[in-house]
């Protein structure tokens, strides 16, 4: 069964701190890595798709990475807008070939 | 591109009673996905549709829940006897067919069960 698991649970930072994100994950042949962002009382907005390790996409202050475990969220220089939960997903080879299965999610707070 | 539509946005109820919901997709998408997410947690899948044909159920998907995309289009997700657990955020998602096209979600629908 694929699993996710994201670290910290919850992350705050000041205005201008760069900081990154952690996503691992276990799956039986990856089909690919999505990141989300979610905002209170929204559904998750897309972000980024990454499908083979070594593999990097960038969207202003975001860049996200993969290896063969996990997928690390580069946030650089903050701002407060950047506040919200970022949610990691994985889409593997075995049973539904379109799920999505997520992680908890990391909350992100940033203090001007 | 309008995006995905759910309704109502939010839904109280009292246990016991059925709640039907509403997703419209992007019009061009044809699969559409049904995840529920309860608080501090990630989406749990719950069914997808390829056009009209329902492909793969999860096993949360209990026989009180009932999904149905008439034509190809919008979908409904019914819940039967509504119990306390079932109170979560019902989200619905869809895209386009073909490997890892990015599934695009709605805004949910927020279930509370009384």
């Known amino acids: 069964e694929d699993q996710v698991t994201q670290s910290p649970e919850a992350l705050r930072l000041q205005e201008g701190e760069s900081s990154s994100l952690n996503c691992s994950y276990t799956v039986s042949g990856l089909r690919g890595l999505f990141w989300y962002r979610q905002d209170p009382g929204k559904g998750p907005e897309f972000l980024f798709t990454l499908y083979s390790a070594g593999e990097e996409k960038e969207k202003e202050r975001l860049k996200a990475t993969l290896t063969k475990k996990e997928s690390f969220l580069h946030i650089t220089a903050p701002k407060p807008e950047d506040s919200a939960t970022y949610l990691c997903?994985?889409?593997?080879?075995?049973?539904?070939?379109?799920?999505?299965?997520f992680g908890k999610g990391i909350t992100l707070s940033v203090r001007p | 591109d309008t995006g995905v539509s759910q309704n109502p946005r939010h839904k109280i109820t009292k246990r016991g009673q059925n709640v039907t919901f509403r997703c419209d997709p992007i019009s061009e998408h044809n699969r559409l996905y049904w995840y529920r997410q309860t608080l501090g947690q990630g989406p749990e899948f719950l069914t997808y549709?390829?056009?009209?044909?329902?492909?793969?159920k999860s096993r949360l998907l209990s026989d009180r829940f009932s999904a149905e995309r008439p034509k190809g289009s919008f979908s409904t997700l019914e819940i039967q006897r509504t119990e306390q657990g079932d109170s979560a955020m019902y989200l619905c998602?869809?895209?386009?067919?073909?490997?890892?096209?990015?599934?695009?979600f709605g805004d949910g629908t927020r279930l509370s069960i009384l």
């Open positions: 549709f390829q056009n009209e044909a329902q492909l793969e």
């Open positions: 997903a994985v889409q593997g080879l075995t049973g539904a070939n379109s799920k999505l299965t």
């Open positions: 998602a869809s895209s386009l067919s073909g490997i890892n096209q990015p599934q695009h």
